[in-house]
C-alpha cells in the first residue's frame, strides 16, 4: 500500500536545522496551530501584518464563517489547488517539538520565473528569540538550494520593525514600495508596504547545519528540472 506521502509528495518535506523543524501542514497540526492563533500574533506595537485580519476573526468552532473554519478552507485549499503553474506550501514551524508559527512559500509560474514569494508569522510568545529569522533562512535557502530559485521576494507593513529585522539578517534587499489594501476588523485600510528581494549572491546562511529531506520527490511533484550545474553539486 502507498504511504500518503508517496501519494502527496509534500508531505515528505522536511527542512531542520538545531531544534527548529518545518514540514508541511497536516490535519492533525490544526488543534494546536488554532491554539497558537487564540494566544495571540501580532504585537501591540506593531502595524496588522496581514491582507486580512483572520486572525482576529470571531472565535466560533462548528460554525462555517467564523475562526477556524475559515482559516481551514484556505489552507484545505491551498492542497487542492497545486499545479506546476501555481503552488503554494503552508509549511509548520516547530522549535523542541512545539508548534510556534507558520512559514508560507508561494510560487506561480516557477519552471520560468524562478522566483517564490515567502511569508511567515510566530506566536506572539516565541517572538524575539532568533526564530522567525532562522525558519525564513531555512525557507530561503531550500528555494535557492533544492529548487534552483533565482529569487525570493517578499514584503512587509512599513513600520513593522521585526520582519524588516529578519529581512535584512536573511539578506533580503529593499525593491520598492506599494501601497496595499487591508481588510481590519474596522473596515478597508491602505498601507504602504516595503517589497524585498533576496538572491544567491546577498543570501545569509545560518550558522548551524540544515537537513532537507523529501526534496527529489517534492521537485518532480511540481514539475521542476534541475540544471547541470545543480545535479552535480
Not at 75 to 94: H, I, K, M, N, Y
Request: hydrophobic share 40%.
Amino acid at each position: 500500500m502507498l504511504t500518503l506521502e508517496e501519494i502527496f509528495p509534500p508531505f515528505a518535506l522536511r527542512i531542520t536545522s538545531g531544534s527548529l523543524d518545518l514540514r508541511v501542514l497536516r490535519d492533525e497540526d490544526f488543534p494546536e496551530l488554532v491554539e497558537l492563533v487564540r494566544a495571540g500574533i501580532q504585537p501591540p506595537d506593531s502595524p496588522m501584518p496581514f491582507l486580512d485580519a483572520w486572525h482576529e476573526a470571531p472565535f466560533a468552532p462548528g460554525a462555517p464563517d467564523g475562526f477556524p473554519a475559515t482559516s481551514l478552507a484556505w489552507w484545505w485549499a491551498q492542497r487542492a489547488t497545486f499545479s506546476p503553474d501555481e503552488w503554494r506550501l503552508a509549511l509548520t514551524v516547530r522549535h523542541e517539538g512545539e508548534l510556534v508559527g507558520v512559514q508560507d512559500i508561494h510560487a506561480k509560474d516557477f519552471p520560468l520565473r524562478r522566483s517564490i514569494e515567502t511569508g511567515s508569522w510566530l506566536g506572539r510568545a516565541h517572538q524575539g528569540k532568533g526564530i522567525g529569522t532562522l525558519m525564513r533562512q531555512l525557507v530561503v535557502g531550500f528555494a535557492l538550494d533544492e529548487l534552483d530559485a533565482a529569487a525570493c521576494e517578499s514584503g512587509y507593513v512599513v513600520g513593522n520593525r521585526a520582519s524588516d529585522a529578519v529581512s535584512r539578517k536573511t539578506g533580503y534587499v529593499e525593491n520598492g514600495r506599494r501601497v496595499l489594501v487591508q481588510q481590519t476588523r474596522d473596515g478597508k485600510a491602505s498601507v504602504e508596504e516595503q517589497r524585498v528581494v533576496v538572491t544567491p549572491q546577498t543570501y545569509r546562511r545560518p550558522a548551524a547545519p540544515v537537513s532537507v529531506a523529501g526534496a527529489d520527490a517534492l521537485r518532480r511533484f511540481f514539475g521542476i528540472e534541475r540544471g547541470p550545474a545543480s545535479a552535480i553539486n
